[in-house]
């Protein structure tokens, strides 16, 4: 019990008797007689509580009160009083917050120590209430500097992130130009050499090489740009006969090479969708250049286009059916992951990059179409089904 209590009373006697009951139970007590020295005390030390007579001469208890209280809210305030000021007691309660009055003479010494126990005990209260008020301030400013901490962070990343698409698509760009700048020089001279010298095997084999490897560099690049969101389609009319017979064409010469047939159904096919012309032929591309891989397609490969319903708007389904190897129902999905290939890599002969259908699983997702593989097994053949919507949605 070490509570530090301030006496005030302009009667030295009752002052002393307060003064020896109170430090009898272990309270710190300070005496100050009368309203002056009572303000001088309060103004140079902090106490828990104020026991202070009301009627003084001036400075009287209402006006020791009213001062503590211009200063000071939570020191608790219990007000002396004799039975014919009762009533100004009641209004010190009111005005002040005082907490109780007691009256004098003190008769009841029991009741005196459980009105300043009660008290000394809100002051107590009131204290632990005002620490955890300031400790939840506290805290609420850590954690709104925390969320303006975090969100600049967010801001940051995004803004590195963004720096960081960037340079990818710079480095693409770049790295486009500068391996197709030469490639297509040892592709266009290629061409010419062999135009003079026709069925010379070696420079067949660079234009072979070259060409294949601008394949290569081209998927990679579009599979990047559109994994980074760079590409933009270039909506457009598209002729579904014509891009059947030039998708054909791409693969025909080499197809006919390793005695692949060729069957394309173009009966009964709408007249044209809407798509990028050039991605369509790239999916379609991808679908029959696995065509060259005789194992595959068991050297037979048919493609076809219809009308289909995707939910209720119109849509055109190409179909890619070949009668060779098929592929392992564990493993249709799994061929549309980059870099994915079936085969054991020894008894491969024909050496792709393995991105060929996630490139038209891309470029289809672009379109808001659908692909997918189906297969009866392993050497039950396999079918691809590329679904695009007949105009694009919106
Ligand atoms: N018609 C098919 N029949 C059986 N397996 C196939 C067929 N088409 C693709 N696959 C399997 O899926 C794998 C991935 O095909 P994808 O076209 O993505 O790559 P790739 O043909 O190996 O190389 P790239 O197309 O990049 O030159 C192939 O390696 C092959 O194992
Ligand atoms: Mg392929």
Not at 170 to 191: K, Q, V, Y
């Amino acid at each position: 019990m070490n509570e530090k209590i301030l006496i005030v009373d302009d009667e030295a006697d009752i002052l002393e008797a307060m003064y020896l009951l109170l430090t009898e139970e272990d309270y710190r007590v300070v005496k100050a007689l009368g309203g002056n020295e009572a303000m001088d005390r309060f103004a140079a030390e902090d106490f828990d509580l104020v026991i202070t007579d009301l009627k003084m001469p001036h400075p009287d208890g209402s006006e020791v009160m009213r001062k503590i209280r211009e200063t000071d809210q939570d020191t608790e305030i219990i007000v002396l009083t004799g039975y014919a000021s009762v009533e100004t007691a009641v209004e010190a309660l009111r005005d002040y917050n005082a907490f109780d009055y007691m009256n004098k003479p003190l008769d009841d010494i029991n009741e005196m120590f459980i009105v300043i126990e009660r008290a000394l005990e809100r002051k107590k209260l009131r204290t632990e209430n005002r620490d955890l008020l300031d400790r939840l301030r506290e805290y609420n400013a850590t954690l709104e500097k925390r969320v303006e901490e975090r969100t600049k962070d967010l801001k940051n990343a995004r803004v590195e992130a963004e720096l960081a698409a960037r340079a990818k698509s710079d480095f693409l760009a770049c790295m486009s130009h500068e391996l197709r700048t030469p490639l297509s020089h040892i592709i266009g001279f290629s061409e010419i050499f062999l135009a003079d010298h026709p069925g010379d095997d070696c420079v067949e084999n660079i234009l072979k090489s070259g060409r294949k490897l601008l394949g290569i560099i081209d998927d990679i690049i579009t599979f990047a740009s559109a994994g980074s969101g760079d590409i933009h389609l270039n909506y457009g009319k598209v002729d579904l006969k014509e891009i059947l017979k030039q998708s054909e064409m791409m693969i025909r010469d080499e197809a006919a090479k390793k005695k692949i047939s060729f069957v394309s159904k173009t009966e009964n096919i709408p007249e044209c969708i809407v798509a990028d012309e050039y991605m369509l032929r790239q999916i379609l591309y991808n679908l029959l250049s696995n065509a060259r891989s005789e194992e595959h397609t068991g050297g037979k490969v048919e493609i076809s286009a219809e009308k289909v319903l995707m939910g209720t708007e119109t849509a055109v389904e190409f179909v890619v059916r070949d009668e060779g190897i098929g592929i392992a129902s564990e493993n249709l999905e799994q061929i549309f992951q980059p870099f994915v290939q079936l085969e054991n890599y020894l008894t491969r002969r024909y050496y792709g990059t393995g991105l060929g259908l996630a490139l038209a699983k891309k470029l289809t997702e672009l379109h808001h179409g659908s692909i997918r593989a189906e297969s009866e097994g392993t050497g039950k053949g396999a079918l691809f089904r590329c679904i695009i919507p007949r105009t694009p949605p919106g």
